[in-house]
C-alpha cells in the first residue's frame, strides 16, 4: 500500500466529471511548500475547474536539493507512485550563491533526483520551482554575494538557476518568482510575502499554486474560480498576471522532449507506400483519409477511389503529441470493361495460371502485372488473340494489379496468386 497520497473526493452531485483531468504530483521542498499549504491550494483550483489532483508532500523547514537526494523519505516517496510530477523546490537561498557553489552543492544533486525520478517511471517529470528575491534582498549574504543584496539581483540569479537546473535536467519549470516579478511591477498593492520578507503571504502562495495549476493542467489559468480567501479582485489579477507570464509563454517553461511526427509517402498509381520518419515516440496513429487506420510503422495502403486524401501521422510518447499531415492526389485508372465488349479473367485466385477471354479478337494486346508496391513483375504482349493464358507460379504468393491494354481499351483487376 503507498502511504500518505490524499485523495481529494470527487464527486457532489451537481459535480460534472465530463471531460475532468487527473494528475499525481509529489511535492518535495521545504517551508516555502508548505506555508498556506501550497499542494491543497493547487487541488482547490484545480476542483474549481473540473479536474483532479492527487498529491503527496514532504516539506522539511530549510532543506536543500542535497537533504532531499539523500533522505530515505524522499526516495521511498519518488518511488511510492508513477507520478505525473515531481516538484523540486531548494532552500530560499542556494540557488542564487555562486556558480562555484551551484556546482557543488547545488546542481549535482538536482540531477540526482531528476534521475530518480525517471528511473521510478519514465514518464515522470520533474517540475523545478522557481522561488524569488527576499523582498529587500538577502542581508545576511550581501557581504559575500554582492548581487544578493537587492531583490532584484537575487531574483535574477534565482531564475538563471532553475532556467539552468530545467534546461539541462529535460524538465519543466514552474516560474512562480516570475510571476511574483511581474505582480511586484504592476501590481504593488498586493503583497505577496509574510512579514519576514522571505515566506510567502496568502496572496503569495495563491500566485505559485496559479503557476503550478497552469504547468501541472496546460490550462489557462484564468478558469480557475477559486479565491481562497483573497478578495475577488486580487485573486483575478494575480490570475492574469499567470496567464500572461506562463500560459501565453508555456513552451519557454517546458524543456522536455516532445515527440516529433513526420514521414515520407511513395505513391504508385493507387498504392501508396509511407516511410515513418519521427522520433522521440512511443506509440503512433496513421489515419489514410478514407477512413481507415494503421499502428505499422511503416504501412503500405491502396487507395479504392480517385481523389485527394489528407493523411495524418500522430505520434505519442507520455501523454504529449505530435501529428503531421499530408495530402495525397490520388488517380486510379479505370477499372472498367471495355467499352464493346467484356473480358473474363478466370481463376482468380490461381496458383499456375490465368486464362484471359477477351470476348473479341484484338490486334494489339499488352499485359502487365504489377504488386502492391507499383513493381512491374510480368509483361507480355499479344497479336490478333481473343483469349491467352498466363503463366503465374513463378509469382510469389500475394495480391497483384494486372493491367489489359488492347486497341486502346484499358482494363484493370486485382489478382491473387495463392
Not at 555562486?98 to 544533486?109: A, D, G, K, T
Not at 522561488?131 to 529587500?136: A, L
Not at 516529433?260 to 507506400?273: G, L, R
Request: a negative charge; proline letters at 3%; one cysteine or more.
Amino acid at each position: 500500500m503507498k502511504p500518505l497520497l490524499l485523495f481529494i473526493s470527487i464527486v457532489l452531485t451537481s459535480f460534472s466529471v465530463h471531460g475532468q483531468t487527473t494528475k499525481k504530483v509529489l511535492f518535495l521542498g521545504n517551508s516555502y511548500t508548505a506555508a498556506n499549504n501550497l499542494p491543497l491550494m493547487v487541488s482547490d483550483m484545480a476542483t474549481s475547474t473540473g479536474d483532479l489532483l492527487l498529491y503527496s508532500s514532504y516539506t522539511p523547514g530549510g532543506y536543500r536539493f542535497l537533504n532531499h537526494a539523500s533522505d530515505p523519505t524522499s526516495l521511498d516517496k519518488i518511488n511510492s507512485d508513477n507520478w505525473d510530477y515531481v516538484v523540486l523546490q531548494g532552500q530560499s537561498q542556494e540557488t542564487a550563491f555562486s556558480q562555484q557553489q551551484l556546482e557543488s552543492e547545488v546542481y549535482p544533486y538536482a540531477v540526482s533526483l531528476s534521475t530518480a525520478i525517471r528511473e521510478n517511471n519514465a514518464c515522470s517529470q520533474p517540475l523545478f520551482y522557481m522561488t524569488w528575491g527576499r523582498k529587500e534582498g538577502d542581508e545576511i549574504n550581501c557581504q559575500y554575494a554582492p548581487w544578493m543584496c537587492t531583490y532584484e539581483g537575487m531574483d535574477d540569479a534565482i531564475k538563471d538557476t532553475y532556467l539552468f537546473m530545467a534546461e539541462s535536467n529535460d524538465a519543466e519549470l514552474a516560474a512562480a518568482g516570475a510571476v511574483w516579478r511581474y505582480i511586484r511591477e504592476n501590481h504593488p498593492n498586493i503583497e505577496l510575502y509574510s512579514s519576514d520578507g522571505s515566506h510567502p503571504s496568502l496572496a503569495g502562495s495563491y500566485s505559485a499554486a496559479t503557476t503550478f495549476y497552469t504547468m501541472i493542467y496546460k490550462k489557462d489559468p484564468t478558469l480557475i474560480s477559486w479565491d481562497s480567501n483573497l478578495t475577488a479582485n486580487e485573486a483575478s489579477l494575480i490570475r492574469d498576471a499567470t496567464k500572461t507570464i506562463v500560459y501565453d509563454a508555456i513552451s519557454t517553461w517546458d524543456f522536455t522532449e516532445n515527440p516529433m511526427a513526420d514521414f515520407t509517402k511513395d505513391i504508385q498509381n493507387q498504392v501508396v507506400s509511407f516511410t515513418n520518419e519521427s522520433s522521440d515516440y512511443d506509440h503512433l496513429l496513421w489515419e489514410f483519409g478514407d477512413s481507415n487506420t494503421s499502428v505499422e510503422s511503416n504501412p503500405i495502403h491502396t487507395y479504392e477511389e480517385s481523389g485527394i486524401y489528407t493523411v495524418s501521422l500522430t505520434t505519442t510518447k507520455c501523454g504529449k503529441t505530435d501529428t503531421k499531415t499530408k495530402t495525397l492526389d490520388i488517380t486510379i485508372l479505370s477499372t472498367e470493361d471495355f467499352s464493346v465488349e467484356s473480358i473474363k479473367i478466370y481463376p482468380n485466385p490461381s496458383s499456375k495460371h490465368l486464362n484471359l477471354n477477351l470476348g473479341k479478337t484484338y490486334k494489339e494486346i499488352t499485359i502487365s502485372i504489377s504488386n502492391l508496391l507499383g513493381k512491374t513483375v510480368l509483361r507480355t504482349s499479344r497479336t490478333n488473340a481473343d483469349t491467352l493464358i498466363l503463366e503465374v507460379s513463378s509469382l510469389a504468393k500475394g495480391t497483384y494489379i494486372l493491367k489489359l491494354e488492347a486497341d486502346g481499351d484499358t482494363k484493370m483487376k486485382r489478382i491473387v496468386r495463392q
